[in-house]
Structures are given as structure tokens and as C-alpha cells.
């Protein structure tokens, strides 16, 4: 009897130590430290910091490779984090091509925070499609509304024609949506994208108004144009081997520093979209600034269904995630009101 108490004690004390063991865990993530992605980063390794003994190693992007080898390096175990935009994921987790779908997400501000708080398809679905990857989802947020850079204004799918629009690489859809919008589109890597504007060998590009500011994208082109067709979304996972590995303290940790962070995002990233404006407004006068009408962007709405029925033809999963994301929107246009 007396053993046996002893035994238990033991096991305890252990437990107790495997907890309170401190560990530092790398997190990679697509941005610079005072992007989106870097301020949700850098707010989920400040309450890990500051709620347990463990560390946050944080990487930006660029330090451990493209973002394709961060994934990799997420997927494998070898990062125990990995903050990525959704247009580089498609290709590695097809359902996720639904955030860069064009004309599904709505542009009205609350009715997307309602949207990414209360979604079925971004709580319960996508969770255990990440499953299957190898990862364990923890957030995904907007960081902006999609906005367009050219050297010319266009406003109709003929203007166009011929035009090679760089998108992210790692998205079939995103190739889909601009050549359903008439143009050539061209998947390149962020990395290669200031080149590719300096060097004419791409006529445009789209981002978020934050980050066309923060890296002078404004200065390479002529013309920036709001369609209302997307916006640009983040998300950060575990590694699934690593997160399920933790004690149940632990887990509770992350997923409590995920809600913090996304939190934080929440509230900073549509003001940083405004400051950007702003910025561009003020230090560049002559940059002309469009906001295509709702009869200009009824034929880019039209070819967008087609761009919506190709993803939702893809597979099972995918039709399945596209009915439940026009619930999601509908109870998020209700729910935000
Ligand atoms: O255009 C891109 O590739 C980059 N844009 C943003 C807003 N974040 C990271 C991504 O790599």
C-alpha cells in the first residue's frame, strides 16, 4: 500500500515537471515583424512568455526559406508554428482556396469579424482537414481588403486582356479569378515581385493597402483600384504531432495565446489598412486611386461564378465547405447588423 502511494507520488512529480519544463519553440511566420502576421507573432509569444517558463523563437520571412519551405519545415516538425497567407496554401490544402475565392467574403468590416468568429467552415471544418496535413489550426484573420496595382486603370475585364497580374504562387484558384477577370496571371513568389514590377516583366499585382504602402508598392505602379473581389487572409497552425504531445496545460496555453493574438489582430489590422491609405494619399498626390463602380464590377461578379463552381468541383470536401461558407456569410450578414 504504502509502495503504491509512492509509485503515484512519483508519476505525479514527474507530470509536474514535464509541465514546468521550460521548452523554446520556433515559430516561422510570411511577414516582417510589424506586418499582421508579425504583430499576431509577436502578441502570441508575449502571453507564452508571460503566462509559462517557455520561449518563442520567432523567424520572419525570408529567414528559414520561401514560404513553401516553411511548410514543409511546419508540416515535418521541425517548426513548432507557422503564421502563412491563404494564397499559399492552396496547393497543399485545397480547402483553403476558399479565402482567396473571388466575390465571397464580404467587404463590410463586421460582417467579416462576425464571419471569422463564428464560422463553421474556420471552428469545426477546416480543423480537422488541417488534421490531416499535420497541423493543428489555430487562427485565421483578415489583414486587409485585396487591392489592385497596375500601371494602367482598367475597369472592365476587357481592359484587361493581356495584362500579367502576378498572385501568390500555391494557389490554383488565384490563377483561375484572373484569368476569369482577363488577364494573364503569373504565380510568383514575394520575393520576386519587386523585380518582376521593376523590370516590366508584370504589369500588376494585388496585396493589402498596408502592405502596398509598407513595401512602396504605390511608387512601382500608376494606379491603385478597389473591385471589392477579396480579401487577404492569414492563418497559424501547430505542428499536430508537437501540439498533441503537450501536457493539457500546455494545450490550454496555446490556445489561449491564439485567442490573445487574434484579438490583437482583430482590432490592429483594419486600422493599419486606413493608415496605409492615408499614407499613400498623403506622400504620393499623384497616384491615382479607383473604386470601380457596382455596375463595373457586376462583370468581374459574373465571371467570379464560374471561379466559385471550379473550386466547389473539385472534391467532396470542397462542395462541402462552399455550402457551409454561404451559411457562414449569411448568419455573419444577419448576426452583424
Ligand atoms: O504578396 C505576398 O506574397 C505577400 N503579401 C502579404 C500581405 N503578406 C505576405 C505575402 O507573402
Do not use: C
Not at 502570441?44 to 520571412?61: A, C, G, P, Q
Not at 467574403?105 to 490531416?132: A, C, G, Q, R
Not at 477577370?181 to 523590370?199: E, H, I, R
Not at 498626390?285 to 468581374?300: G, N, Q
Amino acid at each position: 500500500m504504502r509502495f503504491k502511494g509512492l509509485k503515484t507520488l512519483l508519476a505525479a512529480a514527474v507530470l509536474a515537471s514535464s509541465s514546468l519544463s521550460a521548452a523554446t519553440w520556433k515559430y516561422a511566420f510570411g511577414e516582417g515583424m510589424s506586418d499582421p502576421q508579425g504583430i499576431y507573432a509577436n502578441a502570441f509569444k508575449d502571453f507564452i512568455e508571460e503566462n509559462s517558463r517557455h520561449k518563442i523563437k520567432l523567424y520572419k520571412v525570408g529567414s528559414l526559406g520561401e514560404e513553401a519551405d516553411m511548410m514543409e519545415q511546419a508540416r515535418a516538425g521541425l517548426l513548432q508554428f507557422i503564421g502563412q497567407s491563404t494564397g499559399y496554401m492552396g496547393s497543399t490544402i485545397p480547402e483553403m482556396d476558399i479565402f482567396t475565392l473571388p466575390y465571397v467574403l464580404p467587404t463590410d468590416t463586421k460582417e467579416l469579424d462576425h464571419f471569422f468568429k463564428n464560422s463553421k467552415v474556420v471552428n469545426e471544418m477546416l480543423p480537422s482537414i488541417f488534421h490531416k496535413h499535420g497541423l493543428e489550426l489555430l487562427s485565421i484573420f483578415p489583414e486587409g481588403e485585396m487591392a489592385v496595382t497596375t500601371m494602367e486603370e482598367f475597369h472592365s475585364p476587357a481592359d484587361l486582356q493581356g495584362k500579367k497580374m502576378r498572385v501568390m504562387p500555391g494557389s490554383p484558384i488565384l490563377v483561375e479569378t484572373w484569368e476569369a477577370f482577363g488577364a494573364s496571371p503569373q504565380p510568383m513568389t514575394w520575393g520576386d515581385l519587386v523585380g518582376a514590377l521593376k523590370t516590366g516583366m508584370v504589369d500588376g499585382q494585388e496585396n493589402p493597402t498596408v502592405w502596398i504602402e509598407a513595401y512602396d508598392l504605390d511608387n512601382l505602379t500608376n494606379v491603385l483600384t478597389y473591385m471589392g473581389h477579396s480579401h487577404f487572409n492569414a492563418s497559424v497552425s501547430a505542428n499536430k504531432k508537437f501540439y498533441d504531445g503537450l501536457s493539457k496545460r500546455d494545450r490550454m496555453l496555446v490556445q489561449k495565446a491564439a485567442e490573445h493574438a487574434h484579438k490583437t489582430i482583430l482590432e490592429e489590422a483594419q486600422k493599419l489598412d486606413a493608415i496605409g491609405l492615408g499614407r499613400i494619399v498623403r506622400t504620393n498626390p499623384d497616384y491615382k486611386i479607383v473604386t470601380l463602380s457596382d455596375k463595373e464590377r457586376e462583370p468581374f461578379k459574373e465571371a467570379a461564378k464560374e471561379v466559385q463552381e471550379s473550386f466547389a468541383s473539385k472534391s467532396d470536401s470542397n462542395k462541402m465547405i462552399m455550402e457551409q461558407m454561404r451559411k457562414d456569410l449569411e448568419a455573419a450578414k444577419s448576426g452583424a447588423q
